[in-house]
């Protein structure tokens, strides 16, 4: 009898061990493919990070605490949630990335803003009947204008926590500074809305971080010689006296630092007569100066950029070989030219690139992520050119597939969105970190 009940003790303990991992497997594989619940699942977590001092890599954050307080918005009445103590100051300031406040949905902005992009036509009608059952407008939150999905949902940029999430972040991942995509007070792209009111209190929750704010100017409608002075003169102006807008110093004097995408759509003599000693709008030697940073696109913008009059150039575009600029492998070329010209590189590196969801058509400039392997050699290839700035494309541009901002696994019907595992939702901010930690030791965090 005893011999009995022992076998059919075995047999329930083997039953329910059984029972036990089949339940497990059930639970994960719902898991994966519910993002939602993955999100609230890291939500406890997501809002917690270590006390002031030195942050750990993001897959050490989970279970950490801090002191915490509550803040009452003046503006809302609303809470927003702040770290009590502020951080060590261990960014670098020399590290920047793009960074998009152009999505809304309708519990914050009253309808849903880029997240329901429409699908863009190829110029050309013979390709584009390839792509004509693509047609529309995206409808959110299952349907996005992206191959990812975030880890926050389809959120807003008008939402305070949110922003608070994301300063918390990238300032985890040691970068100094933030390239406010903007546009004048009331314009916008063309699936957007204006963004110059949201500009006193990022600064604000960036501040809270040590972060930095940079403007990134975006192409605005006429851009004569006269709008382009009155946009500086009222950035300047309005947000230069912030502790944190970002200035460098640069012949003896601490300029603010600004980014002009598609500088090479404006004619060198509009730049001239802003960006020249002694032209009629100029702003050299005044108090509305800048570090004027301009698109390089193609090779012959080289020639632009010094006859324009500006302090350097950027290369944005995360797809390598998409242009002269983005091509990795002419980097070194162009930090020589830079130098023989007493200009500063700033080349842009990128995660990857993915784009079909709202340009189908243009698969040809996919860069897979590989696991975190182009972004590597992208860190790489630009370390190596011993430039004294490196940019990131991007934070948050998720229409083009280039964010590092985290991203979970999300199917809908046949489609399954990207994502990064197998590793966590953090990968990319814990290369960004671990190059900046590469680049500290060599005095690489301080403001210039």
């Not at 022992?6 to 036990?20: D, E, G, H, N, T």
């Not at 993001?58 to 003046?74: K, P, S």
């Not at 050309?124 to 407008?137: A, C, F, I, L, N």
């Not at 912030?242 to 004619?267: I, K, N």
Request: glycine share 6%; hydrophobic share 35%.
């Amino acid at each position: 009898m005893a011999m009995m009940m022992m076998r059919i003790k075995r047999k329930f303990l083997a039953f329910a061990a059984s029972l036990l991992l089949i339940l497990w497997i059930i639970l994960m594989l719902r898991q994966a493919q519910n993002p939602e619940q993955i999100q609230k699942d890291f939500a406890g977590d997501f809002q917690r990070l270590p006390e002031a001092g030195p942050l750990g890599f993001f897959d050490e954050l989970f279970g950490a605490a801090i002191n915490e307080t509550t803040l009452i918005d003046d503006e809302e009445g609303k809470p927003i949630v702040e770290e009590a103590a502020a951080p060590k100051n261990n960014l670098d300031y020399n590290v920047h990335v793009f960074y998009y406040v152009w999505y809304g949905n309708p519990e914050t902005d009253g309808r849903y803003y880029h997240w329901n992009h429409h699908v863009l036509p190829h110029w050309q009608k013979e390709v584009q009947k390839r792509y004509d059952h693509m047609k529309g407008s995206y409808k959110p939150p299952e349907q996005i204008g992206s191959n990812f999905y975030p880890l926050l949902g389809d959120y807003s940029s008008r939402d305070k926590a949110t922003i608070n999430e994301h300063m918390r972040m990238i300032s985890a991942s040691r970068i100094g500074v933030v390239v406010l995509s903007w546009y004048p007070p009331g314009d916008s792209d063309q699936a957007g809305r204006p963004v110059d009111d949201l500009v006193p209190w990022i600064l604000d929750i960036a501040d809270r971080y040590m972060i930095k704010i940079a403007f990134h100017i975006e192409p605005f409608d006429d851009r004569t010689a006269a709008k382009i002075y009155t946009w500086t003169k009222y950035i300047v102006e309005k947000y230069g006296p912030h502790p944190a807008f970002y200035r460098v110093e640069r012949s003896g004097r601490s300029l603010p630092f600004m980014y002009f995408y598609d500088s090479y759509q404006v004619s060198i003599t509009t730049w001239r007569k802003l960006l020249t000693t002694g032209a009629k709008m100029g702003i050299r030697g005044t108090i509305y100066d800048i570090v004027a940073i301009g698109l390089l696109v193609d090779e012959k913008h080289k020639n632009d950029i010094v006859q324009g009059g500006f302090d350097g150039f950027y290369t944005y575009f995360a797809s390598d070989g998409f242009s002269y600029g983005s091509k990795q492998e002419h980097w070194e070329d162009l930090k020589s030219f830079a130098d023989e010209h007493e200009l500063l590189f700033v080349p842009s590196v990128g995660p990857g690139y993915v784009d079909t969801r709202i340009r189908p058509w243009n698969d040809l400039n996919t860069k897979d992520r590989g696991n975190g392997r182009y972004y590597e050699r992208a860190f790489g290839a630009a370390v190596k050119c011993a430039t004294d700035f490196i940019s990131i494309t991007s934070f948050n541009e998720w229409h083009e597939g280039t964010q590092i901002e985290p991203a979970v696994p999300k199917q809908i019907g046949s489609f399954s969105y990207a994502d990064y595992r197998p590793d966590n939702p953090y990968f990319y901010m814990n290369i960004t970190k671990n190059w900046i930690d590469r680049l500290m030791p060599n005095d690489h965090n301080q403001l210039k």
